[in-house]
């Protein structure tokens, strides 16, 4: 859970060089783009959790970062608090939005909300954009349960004016509104909207960062098990695939995280995720 995130990219149809190297760049720059996050802080993390296998700049911003004071912070929502979830998440939002909105106009992409499969999306437009018949789908992070395709979206014009590719983020119906069903099949409802646009899915490509990363793996699968197809790549920005807090390194470097704690912070949000579906129950 350290908050420099891993990149993971699965290229389930050949690209082009040229593609390759366009999706790890931009991707890595979405690592550099996506920094901000405000919590209850104290000391600075110490220089000895930063690895010297990374690039500078990512040293540079590990150094800048100072760990939560998880005695201080306030408790999140309970798992079905919806008043409060949402309170949360507008909040946030309010807080995020300008910045974000700020970028797309620096960018100078075209920004239009629409409904896909009867979910609401927000469309980025490069700056130059002519029609490719590529297609990248974004899923916002905030841990299912905070954030919208808007104030999520500073990493996206960069993203957009790079590839020359339409984009298509998803503003899914947040926990604990909706579980992981409803959530995952309106993810699955805008594959099949932009298939009936004519897109190929080897030419649909998906993005998630945190818990969209997880989004973006469920709809791979979904979209698999669905007789659809295989999407042309699948970029995950440090997925959040285990909602259980199980994985050898959520325990090892459980201290080293300068950001996240799964017992104060995640454990409501995966439980308003899943629902009445009990988490770490096969």
């Keep these: 859970m350290l908050i420099v995130r891993s ?13 390759r190297l366009i999706m790890l760049t931009l991707t890595l720059l979405m690592v550099l783009l996506g920094s901000s996050i405000a ?3 104290q000391s600075g993390l110490p220089s000895a959790n930063v690895p010297t296998t990374i690039s500078w700049e990512a040293q540079q911003l590990m150094q800048s970062l100072s760990k939560v004071n ?12 919806v008043a409060n979830w949402k309170k949360l998440a507008d909040t946030l939002i309010e807080k995020q939005t300008p910045a974000a909105a700020a970028v797309a106009t620096n960018e100078q992409v075209k920004l239009k909300e629409m409904l896909l499969g009867g979910v609401p999306v927000l469309e980025i437009l490069p700056k130059r954009w002519r ?15 905070l954030n919208s395709a ?29 579980d992981w069903r409803v959530i995952q099949s309106q993810a699955l ?9 004519g897109y190929a899915m080897k030419h649909i490509a998906l993005l998630g960062e945190s818990a969209g990363g997880g989004l973006a793996t469920s709809t791979a699968l979904n979209v698999r098990d669905a007789g659809l197809g295989e999407p042309g790549a699948v970029v995950l920005w440090s997925p959040w695939v285990d909602l259980t807090d199980a994985g ?3 325990i090892t470097l459980k201290e080293v995280d300068p950001i996240l704690n799964y017992e104060k912070e995640l454990k409501s949000a995966a439980d308003a995720y899943a629902g009445t579906l ?3 129950v096969s």
């Design 131 to 145: 029609e490719n018949h590529r297609v990248i789908v974004f899923f916002h992070g905030g841990a299912y349960t």
């Design 39 to 41: 919590h209850a802080q």
């Design 248 to 250: 050898d390194t959520s």
């Design 278 to 280: 009990a988490l770490g």
């Design 7 to 19: 990149v993971t990219i699965f290229l389930c149809q050949p690209l082009l060089p040229a593609q």
């Design 150 to 178: 808007r104030s999520r979206l500073a990493a996206i014009p960069p993203l957009a004016n790079a590839t020359g590719m339409r984009i298509i983020s998803v503003d899914y119906t947040r926990a604990p509104i909706a």
């Design 189 to 197: 409802a805008v594959i099949r909207a932009l298939l009936k646009q």
């Design 70 to 81: 998880w005695a201080s912070a306030p408790d999140v929502p309970a798992s079905d608090d």
